[in-house]
Protein backbone atom coordinates (compact mmCIF):
# COMPACT_ATOMS: atom_id res chain seq x y z
CA UNK A 1 0.00 0.00 0.00
CA UNK A 2 1.48 3.37 -1.28
CA UNK A 3 1.50 5.82 1.30
CA UNK A 4 0.99 9.74 0.58
CA UNK A 5 1.41 13.15 2.56
CA UNK A 6 -1.12 16.12 1.62
CA UNK A 7 -0.01 19.18 2.79
CA UNK A 8 -2.56 21.94 2.18
CA UNK A 9 -1.96 25.28 2.40
CA UNK A 10 -2.49 28.87 0.91
CA UNK A 11 1.46 28.84 -0.09
CA UNK A 12 0.97 32.85 -0.58
CA UNK A 13 3.93 32.41 -1.16
CA UNK A 14 5.13 28.96 -0.23
CA UNK A 15 8.37 28.86 2.20
CA UNK A 16 11.29 26.53 3.61
CA UNK A 17 9.42 25.43 7.14
CA UNK A 18 6.63 24.04 4.48
CA UNK A 19 9.19 22.06 2.62
CA UNK A 20 11.03 20.78 6.06
CA UNK A 21 7.39 19.83 7.18
CA UNK A 22 7.01 18.00 4.13
CA UNK A 23 10.36 16.34 4.15
CA UNK A 24 10.16 15.53 8.16
CA UNK A 25 6.56 14.03 7.70
CA UNK A 26 7.68 11.68 4.28
CA UNK A 27 10.81 10.80 6.69
CA UNK A 28 9.05 9.76 9.81
CA UNK A 29 5.99 8.04 8.74
CA UNK A 30 8.00 6.23 5.43
CA UNK A 31 5.98 8.42 2.99
CA UNK A 32 6.16 7.40 -0.69
CA UNK A 33 5.29 11.05 -1.76
CA UNK A 34 3.72 14.18 -0.51
CA UNK A 35 1.20 16.12 -2.16
CA UNK A 36 1.27 20.08 -1.97
CA UNK A 37 -2.59 20.56 -2.65
CA UNK A 38 -2.88 24.78 -2.42
CA UNK A 39 -6.07 25.87 -1.80
CA UNK A 40 -8.96 27.63 -4.12
CA UNK A 41 -10.90 29.64 -2.16
CA UNK A 42 -9.70 28.81 1.55
CA UNK A 43 -12.58 29.09 4.06
CA UNK A 44 -10.76 30.03 6.58
CA UNK A 45 -8.59 32.97 5.22
CA UNK A 46 -12.14 35.01 3.40
CA UNK A 47 -10.93 37.75 5.23
CA UNK A 48 -7.54 38.91 3.68
CA UNK A 49 -6.92 39.16 0.33
CA UNK A 50 -5.46 35.85 -1.04
CA UNK A 51 -3.05 36.26 -4.32
CA UNK A 52 -4.55 35.00 -7.26
CA UNK A 53 -4.47 31.22 -7.89
CA UNK A 54 -2.23 30.85 -10.90
CA UNK A 55 0.27 33.32 -8.89
CA UNK A 56 0.30 31.08 -6.15
CA UNK A 57 0.53 27.74 -8.06
CA UNK A 58 3.59 29.46 -10.02
CA UNK A 59 5.88 30.30 -6.71
CA UNK A 60 4.42 26.34 -5.43
CA UNK A 61 5.99 25.19 -8.64
CA UNK A 62 9.04 27.14 -8.69
CA UNK A 63 9.75 25.82 -4.64
CA UNK A 64 9.02 22.04 -5.20
CA UNK A 65 11.45 22.66 -8.74
CA UNK A 66 13.84 19.90 -8.36
CA UNK A 67 12.63 18.36 -5.37
CA UNK A 68 12.04 14.38 -5.13
CA UNK A 69 8.74 12.79 -3.90
CA UNK A 70 7.25 16.23 -3.81
CA UNK A 71 4.24 16.78 -6.23
CA UNK A 72 1.87 19.83 -6.73
CA UNK A 73 -1.57 19.15 -7.01
CA UNK A 74 -4.07 21.07 -8.64
CA UNK A 75 -7.12 19.77 -7.49
CA UNK A 76 -8.32 22.56 -5.11
CA UNK A 77 -7.13 25.65 -7.31
CA UNK A 78 -9.10 24.39 -10.37
CA UNK A 79 -12.14 23.45 -8.38
CA UNK A 80 -14.36 26.76 -8.10
CA UNK A 81 -15.78 28.58 -4.86
CA UNK A 82 -14.61 26.80 -1.66
CA UNK A 83 -12.54 23.76 -0.85
CA UNK A 84 -12.82 21.55 2.25
CA UNK A 85 -10.31 19.10 2.88
CA UNK A 86 -12.82 16.92 3.43
CA UNK A 87 -14.20 16.87 -0.46
CA UNK A 88 -10.39 16.82 -1.64
CA UNK A 89 -9.74 13.50 0.22
CA UNK A 90 -13.02 12.27 -0.59
CA UNK A 91 -12.18 12.35 -4.69
CA UNK A 92 -8.68 11.65 -4.01
CA UNK A 93 -9.67 8.14 -2.03
CA UNK A 94 -12.21 7.19 -4.55
CA UNK A 95 -9.28 7.79 -7.41
CA UNK A 96 -6.45 5.78 -5.36
CA UNK A 97 -7.87 3.87 -2.86
CA UNK A 98 -5.20 1.64 -2.55
CA UNK A 99 -2.93 4.68 -0.70
CA UNK A 100 -2.86 5.39 2.80
CA UNK A 101 -3.37 8.62 3.78
CA UNK A 102 -1.42 11.30 5.71
CA UNK A 103 -2.65 14.75 6.25
CA UNK A 104 0.36 17.06 7.28
CA UNK A 105 -0.84 19.86 9.41
CA UNK A 106 1.20 22.72 11.39
CA UNK A 107 -0.14 22.43 15.05
CA UNK A 108 -1.89 25.49 14.63
CA UNK A 109 -4.29 24.27 11.95
CA UNK A 110 -4.51 21.31 14.38
CA UNK A 111 -5.86 23.10 16.88
CA UNK A 112 -8.27 23.67 14.44
CA UNK A 113 -9.49 20.83 13.23
CA UNK A 114 -12.91 20.21 15.38
CA UNK A 115 -13.99 23.40 13.10
CA UNK A 116 -13.49 22.06 9.84
CA UNK A 117 -16.30 20.60 8.14
CA UNK A 118 -16.72 17.38 8.45
CA UNK A 119 -14.01 16.27 10.98
CA UNK A 120 -14.68 13.11 11.70
CA UNK A 121 -14.75 12.05 8.14
CA UNK A 122 -11.59 13.83 7.66
CA UNK A 123 -9.80 11.56 10.44
CA UNK A 124 -11.28 8.66 8.57
CA UNK A 125 -9.86 9.16 5.62
CA UNK A 126 -6.46 10.22 6.36
CA UNK A 127 -4.44 9.89 9.44
CA UNK A 128 -2.57 13.52 11.06
CA UNK A 129 0.94 13.93 10.68
CA UNK A 130 1.11 17.22 12.76
CA UNK A 131 4.17 19.81 12.65
CA UNK A 132 5.28 21.52 15.70
CA UNK A 133 5.14 25.37 15.31
CA UNK A 134 6.17 27.82 17.57
CA UNK A 135 3.29 28.89 20.11
CA UNK A 136 0.87 25.82 19.34
CA UNK A 137 1.31 22.48 21.64
CA UNK A 138 1.21 19.52 19.68
CA UNK A 139 -1.72 18.30 21.39
CA UNK A 140 -4.92 16.65 19.74
CA UNK A 141 -7.92 18.65 19.96
CA UNK A 142 -10.26 17.04 22.74
CA UNK A 143 -13.16 17.74 21.08
CA UNK A 144 -12.62 14.78 18.78
CA UNK A 145 -11.87 11.29 19.20
CA UNK A 146 -8.47 10.34 18.96
CA UNK A 147 -7.43 8.54 15.48
CA UNK A 148 -4.28 7.75 13.62
CA UNK A 149 -2.00 10.60 15.09
CA UNK A 150 1.50 11.06 14.91
CA UNK A 151 3.86 14.25 15.71
CA UNK A 152 6.86 14.62 12.90
CA UNK A 153 10.14 15.22 14.17
CA UNK A 154 11.33 18.65 13.13
CA UNK A 155 12.66 21.71 14.51
CA UNK A 156 10.63 24.67 15.37
CA UNK A 157 10.82 27.60 12.29
CA UNK A 158 8.93 31.07 13.15
CA UNK A 159 8.70 31.26 9.18
CA UNK A 160 5.42 32.44 7.64
CA UNK A 161 4.13 33.57 4.37
CA UNK A 162 2.81 36.21 6.81
CA UNK A 163 5.93 37.45 7.53
CA UNK A 164 7.39 37.40 4.27
CA UNK A 165 4.95 38.96 2.82
CA UNK A 166 5.50 42.09 5.04
CA UNK A 167 9.08 41.16 4.46
CA UNK A 168 8.95 41.89 0.42
CA UNK A 169 6.47 44.68 1.02
CA UNK A 170 9.12 46.99 2.71
CA UNK A 171 11.81 45.42 0.91
CA UNK A 172 13.82 43.32 3.37
CA UNK A 173 14.99 40.49 2.22
CA UNK A 174 13.80 36.67 2.77
CA UNK A 175 16.64 34.98 0.99
CA UNK A 176 17.41 31.59 2.33
CA UNK A 177 13.48 31.45 4.04
CA UNK A 178 12.10 31.01 0.69
CA UNK A 179 13.77 28.73 -1.95
CA UNK A 180 16.03 30.62 -4.38
CA UNK A 181 13.38 30.04 -7.48
CA UNK A 182 10.76 31.69 -5.05
CA UNK A 183 12.49 34.53 -3.97
CA UNK A 184 13.73 35.45 -7.73
CA UNK A 185 9.70 35.09 -8.89
CA UNK A 186 8.81 37.68 -6.19
CA UNK A 187 11.33 40.02 -7.15
CA UNK A 188 10.73 39.93 -10.85
CA UNK A 189 6.88 40.42 -10.65
CA UNK A 190 7.03 42.56 -8.04
CA UNK A 191 4.77 40.09 -5.75
CA UNK A 192 3.40 41.55 -2.17
CA UNK A 193 4.06 45.18 -3.51
CA UNK A 194 8.03 43.88 -3.27
CA UNK A 195 10.26 46.75 -3.70
CA UNK A 196 12.55 46.99 -6.85
CA UNK A 197 15.59 48.18 -6.07
CA UNK A 198 16.91 49.08 -1.93
CA UNK A 199 18.51 46.30 0.05
CA UNK A 200 19.28 43.39 -1.99
CA UNK A 201 22.02 41.64 -3.35
P1 LIG B 1 -0.05 32.40 6.35
O1 LIG B 1 0.80 33.20 7.27
O2 LIG B 1 -0.48 33.13 5.12
O3 LIG B 1 -1.19 31.68 7.05
P2 LIG B 1 1.57 30.01 6.53
O4 LIG B 1 3.01 30.29 6.70
O5 LIG B 1 0.79 29.66 7.75
O6 LIG B 1 0.89 31.24 5.77
P3 LIG B 1 0.01 28.17 5.02
O7 LIG B 1 -0.04 28.12 3.55
O8 LIG B 1 -1.13 28.82 5.75
O9 LIG B 1 1.39 28.90 5.43
O10 LIG B 1 0.28 26.74 5.67
C1 LIG B 1 0.18 25.53 5.02
C2 LIG B 1 0.47 24.42 6.03
O11 LIG B 1 1.84 24.50 6.46
C3 LIG B 1 -0.38 24.51 7.31
O12 LIG B 1 -0.70 23.20 7.77
C4 LIG B 1 0.54 25.19 8.28
O13 LIG B 1 0.23 24.88 9.63
C5 LIG B 1 1.90 24.61 7.88
N1 LIG B 1 2.99 25.51 8.21
C6 LIG B 1 3.23 26.73 7.69
N2 LIG B 1 4.32 27.29 8.24
C7 LIG B 1 4.79 26.40 9.14
C8 LIG B 1 5.91 26.39 10.06
N3 LIG B 1 6.73 27.44 10.16
N4 LIG B 1 6.09 25.30 10.84
C9 LIG B 1 5.23 24.25 10.75
N5 LIG B 1 4.17 24.18 9.91
C10 LIG B 1 3.95 25.24 9.12
MG1 LIG C 1 -1.32 29.67 7.82
Not at 165 to 186: D, F, M, N, T
Amino acid sequence: MRRIGILGGTFDPPHLAHLAAAEAARQDLDLDEVWFVPAGAPPHKRARRVSPKRVRLALLRAALAGTRGFRTRVDEVERRGTSYTVDTLERLNGAHPDVEWWLVIGTDMLADLPNWRRPERVLELAGVAAVPRPGFAARWPRRLRRRRFRVVDMPELSISSTDLRARARRGASIRYLVPLGVERLIRRRKLYGAHSGGKRA
